[in-house]
Structure formats: structure tokens, C-alpha cells
């Protein structure tokens, strides 16, 4: 079971040992989750050159692979990535953004994890239902599906690729098929925020760089992720001062809030 003081160990470690976060991510988001990387003590390097991927990644300590603005280039890097990074044996956290969207997303979703093992995979309640093999009927990237309503789902999807799924939601769900999480905590106005998904997937691989049980990072990572949204809710005015307050939360985090904001139960 994931502690207060588990998680204030696993965020000591990335603020002492800045771990390198390589993410190949989409256009959309690379500036958000790099500066929250940084925000959180860790160091991004974001790429999207298939020539120097594996080189990346003999110097990184854990690999993103976001689909969200796909295209052919981007999934020859993302192979060429996830296959120099299985064989360091360093974690890969995969975010199918939008799959049941298009066929393309949905496609490169299950060829990647057909061939490869992710450590982690992190979505919404619509993309983990369509990767499960049910319908998730997607909005475009946005979920018309609750995390509660993809546990099934995300527990059949762990089971299947032997990883830790993560579904994010009003709580966020936490899976490895076997053991289960739900991580409470965050504001309404998060989801008006573009790229909060995406850097709860980042997020993820900072702490899965420094905590050998995925489970743990990953309830670690999100737990980090509702607090600093609670924090940051408290000062913003809209979603574009969320933003701002988010990253000085993520930053500040520290003893005293997580006593009072980190909100873990198990399933």
C-alpha cells in the first residue's frame, strides 16, 4: 500500500537524482510536460528523430511514447525508441491518446503493445476501453467514459500485457489486474486544461525512473498530480491561471501537503 511517506521518499529521489525523461510526444503538449518535469525536480529531453532515438535512450532513465499527434515519422521513432529501451530495461510509460478516434491511433496502439511491453499505459476511460477491446466511444481525444467504467477494462488490459494501467478520471484508477488503487483528490477545472493527461503520463515515468514497483510510481504519480491540481485550483482564477499555479505546485510540494491532500485507497 502506497504511503505519505512512500510517495515523499519517491519525490526526495527525483528532486536528488533529476532523473532524464525522454518523451516522444505530441506537438501539442511537449512545452507543458517538459516544464513540469522540470517543475518536479526531474529532466525532460523531448525528440522526435528516429536517428537518434536509441542514443536517447542509452542516457535516459525512462521513455514516453504519446500518440497524440501521429503520424508515419513519429511511429518509426516511437518503435525504434521502445525497442533500444526494452533492451536497457529501462520503464516505458505508452499514453494512446484519442485511440478509438480514427483507426490510425487505434491501429498503432495495438501494434505497439503487440510488440512491446509497456510498464505502464495511461488513459482515459474511453482509450483504455477501446485498447481492452470494448467500446470506448471517444470524443475526438476527450473521454465519454468514466475511470470506474473502464475497471473492468483496465484490469483485463494489465492482466493481458502483464503492466500497470492507469485511468484517469474524477479519481483516478490504478491497476495492475491484480492489485488496485484509487487516487482521489484534483479540480474540475483540470480537464479544461489542454495536456494534464499527458503530463500525468510524463509525470508517471519520472517516478517510475526512480520506484522499481510500478504500482507504487504510478499511484505516486498521480497522487502528485491531484494534489498540485487542488493546490494550484486554489489560487487560479480559469484554467489558464490553473496552469501557472499547477507548475509552482508541483514544485512546492512538500511534507505538510501531502499529510493533508494525499488521498490513496485501495480496491
Same mark, same amino acid.
Given at each position: 500500500?502506497?504511503? !505519505? &511517506? ?44 528516429? &536517428? &537518434? ?11 514516453? @511514447? ?26 516505458? @510509460? ?26 505502464? =499505459? %495511461? ?10 477491446? &470494448? ?9 465519454? %467514459? ?12 494489465? %492482466?493481458?500485457?502483464?503492466?500497470? !494501467? ?7 484508477? @490504478? ?7 484509487? =487516487? ?13 493527461? #499527458?503530463?500525468?503520463?510524463?509525470? #508517471? ?17 498521480? $497522487?502528485?498530480?491531484?494534489? $498540485? ?34 488521498? @490513496?485507497?485501495?480496491?
Amino acid at each position: 500500500m502506497s504511503t !505519505v &511517506e512512500s510517495f515523499l521518499h519517491d519525490l526526495e529521489q527525483i528532486r536528488t537524482n533529476g532523473p532524464l525523461v525522454l518523451s516522444i510526444t505530441n506537438y501539442v503538449v511537449a512545452n507543458s510536460t517538459a516544464n513540469a518535469l522540470l517543475a518536479l525536480g526531474a529532466s525532460p529531453l523531448m525528440s522526435y528523430a528516429e &536517428e &537518434e532515438a536509441a542514443d536517447l535512450v542509452a542516457i535516459s532513465n525512462a521513455l514516453v @511514447v504519446n500518440i497524440g499527434t501521429l503520424n508515419s515519422p513519429d511511429i518509426r521513432t516511437m518503435n525504434t525508441a521502445w525497442q533500444a529501451a526494452a533492451a536497457k530495461g529501462i520503464p516505458v @510509460v505508452f499514453d494512446p491518446v484519442g485511440a478509438g478516434a480514427s483507426g490510425l491511433r487505434t491501429g498503432t496502439s495495438l501494434s505497439l503493445l503487440g510488440t512491446y511491453s509497456p510498464t505502464i =499505459i %495511461r488513459g482515459n476511460g474511453s482509450e483504455i476501453m477501446t485498447l481492452a477491446g &470494448e467500446s470506448g466511444e471517444a470524443k475526438g481525444v476527450d473521454s465519454t %467514459r468514466s475511470a470506474d467504467s473502464a475497471l473492468i477494462g483496465a484490469q483485463a488490459l494489465a %492482466r493481458a500485457h502483464g503492466c500497470v !494501467v492507469c485511468v484517469s478520471g474524477e479519481s483516478d484508477v @490504478v491497476t495492475d489486474g491484480n492489485r488496485g488503487f484509487r =487516487i482521489f483528490g484534483g479540480h474540475p477545472l483540470m480537464p479544461r486544461v489542454t495536456g494534464l493527461g #499527458c503530463t500525468a503520463t510524463a509525470i #508517471c515515468a519520472a517516478f517510475a525512473a526512480v520506484n522499481p514497483d510500478p504500482v507504487a510510481a504510478t499511484v505516486h504519480a498521480m $497522487a502528485a498530480m491531484a494534489m $498540485a491540481g487542488s493546490l494550484a485550483a486554489k489560487q487560479a482564477k480559469g484554467p489558464g491561471t490553473l496552469q501557472l499555479h499547477f507548475y509552482d505546485a508541483l514544485y512546492s510540494l512538500d511534507t505538510v501537503d501531502a499529510g493533508r491532500l494525499f488521498k @490513496v485507497v485501495a480496491l
